[in-house]
């Protein structure tokens, strides 16, 4: 067996709404071959992982996978059920996968959700290679691989601040998504986005982070602002560092000016010895080095948010429990392999570290590494009490006195941090006085651990403090989404919505198959319908809502870019893309398109096309209508059943009746706009184009907008200009031209009806179709233009997407000339210069459709040719009206 790729899907897809990884899985001489087959496989693999005996698999019960490989399954659906098995191993337990054959025989998709994605990626191989192992018989080093999967997991694991951010996002609803293998986070969407790293968030000032970085500076300031700071000095050199014990007077204290987590930091210090060897220490991790007076109290951590005390812990250093058999190093071995100890802040505790700053003060105790302590005694290793040296805390937020709870909100606002740790020496942090004790230092990106997982006392929520201040009134960070779908339609849907949204001066990120838009700014070209360009959208600052083309290829090939959406619209379902991406009927291509109305949020809106069959019935599929949404339909026939029935139980919908769109809800009703009043509808003959309009003030109705605003904005849109590519009219002397990107039967029939409703002398198509349609697609296609139209050009596209040059205008040609033989037919290869043939024999008063695939070029050359572009209203109900035959 060979991994050819393993793709990861972070949204929702059509194998899980959690994120899954995708492997391509080739069987090579596997393929066709069941478990069964192979002798003593299903022994082998049973022996080696018992706990597979209770996967339910397909067949929901305990046992499923066991009775499915004794009567015989593939291997692709074996190594599935062997990576989830292995997860539990790692720590990362999930249990949902899907196993799907492809075209090839050889290949399938093997999905799988994970919790870490390096760790699941890394099982996935281990899977392969077992299961290879077993079928052959071989011997397989799996416990040493699933070490080194551990290691993987902890090694991209985020640590437990940034966890405890991401759960506590999750619980309130607020789209969270990490962007690195580190701390850094997303969170919210569009003007509610913000980026947060650790505990640092996008609001935190950079200048308070600085100053933090310098204790020397941090320092000063406090002491500017009456508060209890120890005296101190910044020294370069051994010697400096001697002076300045000598004005300080022991015990000192000597630590890195810009240190963190307690790295390098030596405490009561009190001869030239220890300070020299403190000053090495320290320079380990900085050049400038602090040497401050020791103040006197129990080391105390207290964390301040949006300028208010929320948790404080009390430190205590590492340390190990002496058993008189084992050394110190021992001791500090065996404590590191308690499983709440990790590398760095990997888990709940850190493990010990030993370093120069141990030895030396094991030494300053008459103690080594190699001492073996009595039953019973505390060693301290270190007189810092910092968590990530393997410190420990105990909760005293109930203890702090008010004098020191507005101390420390005092100290975080003079250098101006947002979420601030204070590290404070105190006598006891319940009384006001202060003895000999003081601050001794504030920290930018504080660890939230030693709160959330106290080793003694009650654990404080702090993730949910800081989500208060970023998020507060309990906001979720969202904005409304609106997505859009279905066969045809789409991208003028789209346009319509957004161009409504943008009249109502709200900052809309809107993307279609011709790029991205961020308000009234195109900011990318090309087919943007994917979850990558609802991303950049999304992530916009300054956008306050998205409308989102979602294509069938974007969702099966990489799920979505959004968790959840507020409207959902389904403009229609038509045979299209069969034979691609396992689509094999229309049922299949609405199969796909139904998870955009699965991942509508509860209470949200879902916007269906009463007209078509198959839309109508969506409401009962029970993915859908398991989570309580409302539904609204809209038909171009006001006697449309399906809407009548909906009326009738009190629901909602957009109808046409005579020249006016009606929305009836509640049993009343409202005329919104004249059809004929909207330039887009070209005086009503464009009823694909009625059916864009329905949609978009269902849809801008259900997001809130007044009717008469919709109406506004709708007699505003410029199709021409502001729907690239869609029945794009131009005059061209006293004949007319229009641009079209239809691709498919539907389009084809719906801008030819158009066309003839406008009463042209003659009618000639420029036509093509993708190579990636199946030859039935293309007949029937081209069997529709022929309907339609007096003489046919048939041209290539540049992508043949698979084809052989000349393939597809040959099989359009053979098909239309068997069809409709009368019809004058030229193959042309070039657009353009199918373009140019039929505008050389252009008569007066006739219509020429070109179905482009680069709408700009066309537009360019017609352009150059003396053709003027038809977007005034009037214009173009004159063209209605008359007919073509307008003169210029």
Same mark, same amino acid.
């Given at each position: 067996m060979?991994i050819e790729?393993?793709?990861?899907?972070?949204?929702?897809?059509?194998y899980?709404?959690?994120?899954?990884?995708?492997?391509?899985?080739?069987?090579?001489d596997?393929a066709?071959?069941?478990?069964y087959e192979i002798?003593g496989? $299903?022994?082998?693999?049973?022996?080696?992982?018992?706990?597979?005996?209770?996967?339910?698999?397909g067949?929901?019960?305990?046992g499923?996978?066991?009775?499915?490989?004794?009567e015989g399954t593939?291997f692709?659906?074996?190594?599935?059920?062997?990576?989830?098995?292995?997860?539990?191993?790692?720590?990362?337990?999930?249990?949902r996968?899907k196993?799907?054959?492809?075209?090839d025989?050889?290949?399938?998709?093997?999905?799988v959700?994970y919790?870490?994605?390096?760790g699941?990626?890394?099982?996935l191989h281990v899977a392969?290679?077992?299961?290879?192992a077993? %079928?052959?018989?071989?011997?397989?080093?799996l416990e040493a691989?699933l070490?080194?999967g551990?290691?993987?997991v902890?090694?991209?694991?985020?640590?437990?601040s940034?966890?405890?951010?991401?759960?506590?996002a999750?619980?309130r609803?607020i789209?969270?998504?990490r962007?690195?293998d580190?701390s850094?986070?997303?969170?919210?969407y569009?003007?509610?986005?913000?980026?947060?790293?650790?505990?640092?968030?996008?609001?935190?000032?950079?200048?308070?982070v600085?100053?933090?970085?310098?204790?020397d500076?941090?320092?000063?300031?406090l002491?500017?602002?009456a508060?209890?700071?120890?005296?101190?000095?910044?020294?370069?050199?051994?010697?400096?560092?001697l002076?300045?014990?000598?004005?300080?007077g022991v015990?000192?204290v000597?630590?890195?000016l810009d240190?963190n987590q307690?790295?390098?930091? @030596?405490?009561?210090?009190?001869?030239?010895?220890?300070v020299?060897?403190?000053?090495?220490?320290a320079c380990?991790?900085?050049?400038?080095i602090?040497v401050?007076?020791? *103040?006197?109290?129990?080391?105390?951590?207290? *964390?301040v948010?949006?300028g208010?005390?929320?948790?404080? @812990?009390e430190?205590?250093? #590492? $340390?190990?429990f002496?058993?008189?058999?084992h050394?110190?190093r021992?001791?500090?071995e065996?404590?590191n392999?308690d499983?709440?100890?990790?590398?760095h802040?990997?888990k709940s505790?850190?493990?010990?570290?030993?370093?120069?700053v141990?030895e030396?003060f094991?030494?300053?105790?008459g103690?080594?590494?190699?001492?073996?302590?009595?039953i019973?005694?505390?060693v301290f290793l270190?007189?810092s009490a910092?968590?990530?040296?393997g410190?420990e805390?105990r909760d005293v937020t109930?203890?702090?006195?008010?004098?020191?709870?507005e101390l420390c909100?005092?100290?975080a606002?003079?250098?101006?941090?947002?979420?601030?740790?204070?590290d404070?020496?105190?006598?006891?942090?319940?009384?006001p006085?202060?003895?000999?004790g003081?601050?001794v230092e504030?920290?930018a990106a504080p660890?939230?651990?030693?709160?959330h997982?106290?080793?003694?006392?009650?654990a404080?929520?702090?993730?949910?403090?800081i989500l208060?201040?970023?998020?507060p009134d309990?906001?979720?960070?969202?904005?409304?989404?609106?997505? %859009?779908?279905?066969t045809n339609?789409?991208?003028?849907t789209?346009?319509?919505?957004g161009?409504?949204?943008?009249s109502?001066g709200?900052?809309?990120?809107?993307?279609?198959?011709?790029?991205?838009?961020?308000?009234?700014?195109?900011?990318?070209?090309?087919d943007?319908?994917?979850p990558?360009?609802?991303?950049? %959208?999304?992530?916009?600052?300054t956008?306050?809502?998205?409308?989102?083309?979602t294509?069938r290829?974007?969702?099966?090939? @990489?799920?979505l870019?959004?968790?959840w @959406?507020?409207?959902?619209?389904?403009?229609n379902?038509?045979a299209?893309?069969?034979?691609?991406d396992?689509?094999?009927?229309?049922?299949?291509?609405?199969?796909?398109?139904t998870?955009? #109305?699965?991942?509508?949020?509860?209470?949200?809106?879902?916007?269906?096309?009463?007209?078509?069959?198959?839309?109508?019935?969506l409401?009962l599929?029970?993915?859908?209508?398991?989570?309580p949404?409302?539904?609204?339909?809209?038909?171009?026939?006001?006697n449309?059943?399906?809407?009548?029935r909906?009326?009738?139980?009190g629901?909602?919908?957009?109808?046409?009746?005579?020249?006016?769109?009606e929305?009836?809800?509640?049993?009343?009703?409202?005329r919104i706009?004249?059809?004929?009043?909207?330039p887009?509808?070209?005086?009503?003959?464009?009823?694909?184009?009625?059916?864009?309009?329905?949609?978009c003030?269902?849809a801008?109705r259900?997001y809130?907008?007044e009717?008469?605003?919709?109406r506004?904005?709708?007699l505003?849109f410029?199709?021409?200009r502001?729907?690239d590519?869609?029945?794009?009219?131009?005059e061209?002397?006293?004949?007319t031209v229009?641009?079209?990107y239809?691709h498919n039967?539907?389009?084809?029939e #719906?801008?030819?009806?158009?066309?003839?409703?406008?009463g042209?002398?003659?009618t000639?198509a420029?036509?093509g179709?993708?190579?990636d349609r199946?030859?039935?697609?293309?007949?029937e296609?081209?069997?529709?233009?022929?309907?339609?139209?007096d003489?046919?050009?048939v041209?290539?596209?540049?992508?043949?997407r698979?084809?052989?040059?000349g393939?597809v205008?040959?099989l359009?040609?053979?098909?239309i000339?068997e069809? #409709?033989?009368q019809i004058q037919?030229?193959v042309?290869?070039s657009e353009i210069?199918?373009?140019?043939?039929a505008m050389?024999r252009i008569?007066s008063?006739?219509a020429?459709v070109?179905f482009?695939e680069?709408?700009r070029?066309?537009?360019?050359?017609?352009?150059?040719?003396?053709?003027?572009?038809c977007?005034?209203p009037?214009?173009?109900?004159?063209?209605?009206?008359?007919g073509?035959?307008v003169s210029?």
């Open positions: 060979v790729q393993i793709k990861t899907i972070t949204g929702p897809n059509v899980s709404y959690d994120p899954v990884l995708v492997m391509t899985l080739d069987l090579e596997l066709g071959k069941e478990s002798p496989f $299903n022994e082998r693999i049973l022996a080696c992982l018992p706990g597979i005996q209770e996967h339910v698999c067949l929901g019960r305990r499923g996978f066991v009775e499915r490989l004794r593939w692709g659906h074996i190594v599935e059920h062997v990576a989830l098995e292995l997860t539990d191993e790692l720590g990362i337990s999930v249990n996968g196993t799907v054959g492809t075209s025989p050889r290949k399938f998709l093997v999905a959700s919790k870490s994605e390096e699941m990626k890394f099982l392969v290679e077992l299961v290879q077993l %079928v052959d018989g071989r011997h397989y080093p691989k070490q080194e551990r290691d993987l902890e090694r991209y694991a985020v640590g437990p940034t966890q405890a951010i991401i759960d506590e999750r619980r609803d789209p969270v998504q962007l690195n580190g850094l986070l997303r969170l919210g569009g003007t509610h986005s913000m980026l947060m790293e650790a505990s640092i968030s996008g609001r935190t000032s950079v200048i308070a600085d100053l933090a970085s310098d204790k500076m941090t320092k000063r300031l002491e500017d602002a508060l209890p700071v120890p005296a101190g000095r910044v020294v370069n050199s051994p010697e400096g560092a002076r300045a014990m000598e004005e300080l015990p000192v000597v630590k890195p240190g307690g790295k390098g930091v @030596s405490l009561n210090l009190r001869s030239a010895e220890d020299i060897a403190a000053y090495r220490a380990a991790y900085r050049s400038s602090v401050e007076a020791q *103040l006197e109290g129990r080391d105390y951590r207290v *964390l948010v949006g208010r005390v929320v948790a404080a @812990s430190k205590k250093p #590492a $340390n190990v002496g058993d008189g058999v050394t110190i021992e001791l500090i065996i404590t392999r499983p709440r100890r990790g590398d802040h990997s505790m850190s493990r010990i570290t030993c370093d120069l141990v030396a094991l030494r300053r105790q103690l080594d590494l190699l001492t073996i302590p009595d019973g005694q505390t270190r007189e910092n968590l990530s040296t410190g805390a109930d203890l702090v006195h008010p004098r020191v709870r909100e005092r100290a606002r003079v250098v101006g941090l947002d979420i601030c740790g204070i404070l020496i105190w006598p006891d942090i319940s009384r006085d202060q003895g000999r003081g601050i504030l920290n660890g939230l651990r030693m709160h997982f106290p080793g003694e006392g009650q404080r929520n702090v993730s949910a403090a208060d201040m970023l998020y309990r906001g979720n960070g969202r904005i409304p989404i609106v997505s %859009v779908t279905g339609g789409k991208t003028t789209t346009r319509m919505i161009h409504v949204l943008c109502e709200i900052t809309a990120g809107m993307t279609t198959t011709d790029g991205i838009w961020i308000g009234c700014e195109q900011i990318a070209r090309g943007m319908t994917g990558w360009s609802a991303r950049v %959208v999304l992530s916009d600052t956008v306050q809502a998205a409308v989102l083309e294509a290829g974007g969702i099966v090939r @990489s799920g870019g959004y968790d @959406s507020d409207i959902a619209v389904f403009t379902i038509q299209d893309h069969l034979g691609q396992g689509i094999d009927t229309v049922d299949d291509v609405l199969r796909i398109k998870l955009v #109305a699965e991942r509508v949020r509860e209470r949200g809106t879902i916007i269906l096309n009463a007209d078509d069959e198959r839309l109508s019935q409401p599929n029970p993915r859908v209508a398991r989570i949404r409302e539904y609204v339909f809209f038909s171009l026939d006001v449309n059943i399906v809407v009548q909906h009326l009738a139980g629901g909602t919908g957009y109808v046409v009746k005579g020249d006016w769109i929305e009836h809800r509640g049993g009343s009703s409202r706009v004249r059809v004929s009043e909207i887009s509808t070209f005086n009503g003959t464009a009823d694909f184009q009625v059916a864009n309009v329905l949609a003030i269902a801008t259900a809130g907008i009717p008469e605003a919709i506004s904005a709708l505003s410029d199709n021409s502001q729907n590519g869609r029945a794009n009219v131009y061209y002397h006293d004949s229009v641009l079209d239809g039967t539907h389009a084809i #719906a801008i030819s009806r158009m066309v003839t409703r406008w042209a002398r003659r000639t420029v036509f179709l993708p190579g199946t030859d039935d697609l293309i007949q296609a081209s069997r529709a233009a022929a309907r339609h139209f003489s046919i050009i041209r290539e596209d540049i992508d043949l698979g084809r052989q040059p393939e205008p040959e359009i040609r053979r098909t000339a069809y #409709a033989p037919l030229t042309v290869p210069a199918a373009l140019e043939r050389a008569d008063g006739e020429v070109c482009s680069h709408q070029d066309c537009a360019e050359w017609l352009l150059n040719a003396g053709a003027r572009v977007g005034d009037q214009k173009i109900r004159e063209i209605v009206a008359r073509v035959r210029a």
